[in-house]
Antibody
């Protein structure tokens, strides 16, 4: 059973960079066949897809966030990470990491709340 | 930009059937697969329908999905409603490689 767990600071100051890591257990990122994604949910709002990385390192980002997002993978640690630069209060959200198959999100992390505030 | 529009909320009684719609803003919704996710309060979403009308293992057959090209809409139908079905439901499709979510529908079972 593949499980995902987000980790990182719960509070980030405006203009700084938000950094989160997703640790995958019960399966290997390197085995291929899946996209490793980040999705966020603003408080009381809907879901927003941020982007994905494949085990090879290829990425795709939501065009609305592309200029500020970097997703990377560390296959030796079975982890992938999210960096979101120049954050504002509008980036306050629950951030989920997820494992995507070809046409569905197969597994979700439990989510982690990140608040942007001074 | 491609958008998916869902009703903000729906409500129905236990044992009844409810349908939640998801309308595409442009193009043909049938051109890309539609998924549906259920999110109970305080929990991460889970998939209830993928590839328009497929159920992951473990999802009861009370959940079904369909596409109506004439209205450019996808629908999630839940029959034999149970109180445990009370949740937010999100549709999701694609705009090129971008994943697009609908705004979500709050289902109340009362």
């Amino acid at each position: 059973q593949v499980q995902l767990q987000e980790s990182g600071p719960g509070l980030v100051k405006p203009s700084q960079t938000l950094s989160l890591t997703c640790t995958v257990s019960g399966g290997s990122i390197s085995s291929g066949g899946y996209y490793w994604s980040w999705i966020r949910q603003h408080p009381g709002k809907g879901l927003e897809w941020i982007g994905y990385i494949y085990y090879s390192g290829s990425t795709y980002y939501n065009p609305s966030l592309k200029s500020r997002v970097t997703i990377s993978v560390d296959t030796s640690k079975n982890q992938f990470s999210l960096k979101l630069s120049s954050v504002t209060a509008a980036d306050t959200a629950v951030y989920y990491c997820a494992r995507e198959g070809i046409t569905m999100i197969v597994n979700w992390g439990q989510g982690t709340l990140v608040t942007v505030s001074s | 930009n491609f958008m998916l529009t869902q009703p903000h909320s729906v409500s129905e009684s236990p044992g009844k059937t409810v349908t939640i719609s998801c309308t595409g803003s442009s193009g043909s919704i049938a051109s890309n697969y539609v998924q549906w996710y259920q999110q109970r309060p305080g929990s991460a979403p889970t998939t209830v329908i993928y590839e328009d009308n497929q159920r992951p293992s473990g999802v009861p057959d009370r959940f079904s999905g369909s596409i109506d090209s004439s209205s450019n809409s996808a629908s999630l139908t839940i029959s034999g409603l149970k109180t445990e079905d009370e949740a937010d439901y999100y549709c999701q499709s694609y705009d090129s490689s971008n994943r697009v979510f609908g705004g979500g529908t709050k289902l109340t079972v009362l």
